[in-house]
């Protein structure tokens, strides 16, 4: 079913850009057109998406009289590398692509971070449009124009902010989402109401059940309210000098999990769930969140079906990872801690040892 979609507007100048949320969009090439500089793109994808989405979104785009190439990737986090990186690169300049080619990510978070980061620097900066694939896409990576791949020290550490021309959220690509991935990415959607709106946060809780039966209404309401949000922070804060780095709420510990395991073995949502259980423990723990509140925190992400036991890596070893954070500042971490449920703050000061037990205490083996 086609349906008129819903815009949210980022806010960036020049560089603002509409994000369309709606049923159908990738049957829709003709919302595209008007963001193409030249009738000409490059798609990004990899080897899950391809036979399932590539060839009904190409059969649309030329039927525009778009020329496309396809540039299809190896599946997984654990390539969201410059190796992989390097692929892309290598087929746009075998294929003659310039800088006024449009480079589409179609796919998940790890399709949009190397697609935009390769746009980045592609010939000195190539315009792209995003066309997330995955709820965490849709909530969260393909808005507001972080980039990036990993280094095998730390996650995302190479990258650049890149603003996409457009972000077309096709919710009916949902369908085929496994459901594994589409609670890693309801993480992201309850990240908005703890750091910002408790409003949000009881409507989760109420509607959960329905987000995990793919109630269409409940969905494209959770997508709709996450963007919002997420235009007016990058609207408020595009490069991460102040408010951007609450919607870190549990990253730290997270990207923590995500290396110290190895990249892949969590999924980036799950890694956050639990990520952010350790948050709201130390923020229990400095007198800011009472128990009920910390239980509170657990059971929306246990409802959601995602971990909220973090893994035992040793308290020594989650400072080391946690170190290579890009909230450090001046040698100094910085956390992104609760004072209440729905009001975030970043800060530097928290007790030391207060830090070492949460990550002694509440990390589990197995
Ligand atoms: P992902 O990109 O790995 O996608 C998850 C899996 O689902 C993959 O196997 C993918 O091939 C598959 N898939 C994607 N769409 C599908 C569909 N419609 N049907 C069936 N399978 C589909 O993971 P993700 O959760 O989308 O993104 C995680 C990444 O996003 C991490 O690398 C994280 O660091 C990054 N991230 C970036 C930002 C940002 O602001 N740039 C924000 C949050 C997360
Ligand atoms: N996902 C965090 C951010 O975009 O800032």
Redesign the pocket.
């Known amino acids: 079913m086609n349906t008129t979609p819903s815009t949210v507007r980022v806010s960036l100048g020049d560089r603002s850009y509409p994000i369309l949320i709606g049923e159908g969009l990738l049957d829709q090439p003709r919302l595209l057109v008007p963001h193409l500089i030249q009738k000409r793109v490059a798609i990004v994808t990899?080897?899950?998406?391809a036979p399932?989405?590539l060839e009904q979104f190409t059969r649309g785009l030329e039927a525009e009289a778009i020329q496309t190439l396809a540039i299809t990737l190896p599946?997984?986090?654990a390539f969201?590398t410059w190796e992989t990186l390097n692929i892309v690169f290598d087929r746009l300049l075998e294929a003659r692509c310039e800088r006024n080619t449009t480079l589409i990510a179609l796919?998940?978070?790890?399709?949009?971070?190397i697609c935009?980061f390769a746009a980045a620097t592609y010939q000195r900066g190539m315009p792209f449009i995003q066309v997330?694939?995955?709820?965490?896409?849709q909530v969260?990576?393909?808005?507001?124009?972080?980039?990036?791949i990993?280094h095998p020290l730390g996650?995302?550490m190479i990258g650049a902010f890149y603003q996409p021309k457009l972000v077309l959220a096709d919710t009916s690509?949902?369908?085929?989402?496994?459901d594994r991935?589409l609670s890693?990415?309801i993480a992201?959607v309850i990240k908005y109401g703890l750091i910002r709106d408790l409003a949000f946060l009881q409507w989760l809780e109420d509607n959960m059940s329905r987000l995990l039966a793919r109630d269409r209404g409940a969905l494209a309401y959770a997508i709709l309210r996450s963007c919002e949000h997420k235009a007016e922070v990058v609207a408020a804060d595009e490069r991460e000098s102040g408010e951007r780095a609450l919607?870190n709420l549990g990253h730290t510990f997270g990207h923590a999990i995500?290396s110290g395991l190895g990249y892949g073995e969590w999924?980036?949502?799950e890694a956050v769930a639990a990520g952010t259980v350790l948050a709201a423990e130390l923020s229990a723990r400095m007198g800011m969140l009472t128990e009920s509140d910390v239980g509170r925190v657990r059971r929306i992400f246990e409802s959601a079906r995602l971990p909220i036991r973090a893994p035992k890596l040793g308290v020594a070893r989650y400072l080391e990872l946690m170190g290579h954070d890009k909230k450090v500042d001046a040698g100094r971490l910085r956390l992104v801690l609760l004072r209440a449920l729905g009001s975030a703050f970043l800060t530097a000061q928290f007790p030391e040892d207060t830090l070492a037990e949460v990550l002694s205490d509440c990390t589990f083996d197995g």
């Not at 997330?132 to 896409?137: C, E, F, G, I």
């Not at 969260?140 to 990036?148: E, L, P, R, Y």
């Open positions: 990899n080897t899950t998406i399932i989405y599946d997984g986090e969201k796919g998940g978070g790890v399709i949009g971070d935009g997330p694939t995955t709820l965490l896409a969260d990576s393909s808005v507001g124009g972080k980039t990036a990993n996650k995302n690509s949902l369908d085929t989402l496994p991935e890693a990415g992201e919607l995500e999924l980036h949502g």
